[in-house]
């Protein structure tokens, strides 16, 4: 999944997919009924299979569909309500900032009807310092470049250089840094 590209739907792998896609609902619902930032902490670990470090803050209600894709860097902040769909994989790097709302998605589905209930999967990298502003989407196969800024309600479609701000639908650069 990783390396991207077409799954089909009838891939004998699939099944072992959808096992782990149950066990992170099960997750997800204690997740989200976490009382602390640690105890949040905690259990976006067990999701993703790597320990989160003590700097970044992550806040509830928090969503994945899968949770194993999913690399959180250092001192790094997730407002509430965000949606990371990573099958295709997830890199946030350290120092980003996620603002309520933001969707991070790597999985599509392939235009020919005959074939649309396969995954399309490419990965997602938000790089150092990059602040993705309330309500964005991020869509399969982006980078956001380094310091970059993604503002409110964006939908980014392509990749955003370092150090620039993007806006709208579809984003486009509106400003250097």
Known sequence: MLAG?????????????????AQTIALSAKLNTAINVSEIRERISQII??????????????YTN??????IGKNVF????????????????????????????????????????????????????AWIGASATILPGVTIGKNAIVAAGSVVNKN?????VVAGVPAKIVKKI
């Open 5 to 21: 590209g077409i799954i089909d739907k009838n891939d004998p792998e699939m099944p072992k997919i959808w096992k782990k896609v």
């Open 66 to 71: 899968f949770g194993k894709h999913i690399s």
């Open 49 to 62: 299979g790597s320990q989160i470090d003590n700097s970044t803050t992550i806040f509830v209600p928090f």
């Open 160 to 164: 955003v250089p370092d150090n620039v």
């Open 78 to 129: 997730i407002n509430h309500d965000c949606s990371f769909l990573d099958l295709g994989g997830i890199t946030i790097d350290d120092e980003v900032l996620i603002g309520p709302k933001v969707s991070i998605i790597t999985e599509n589905h392939p235009l020919d009807p005959t074939n649309r209930k396969s995954l399309d999967l490419k990965s997602v990298r938000i790089k150092k310092n």
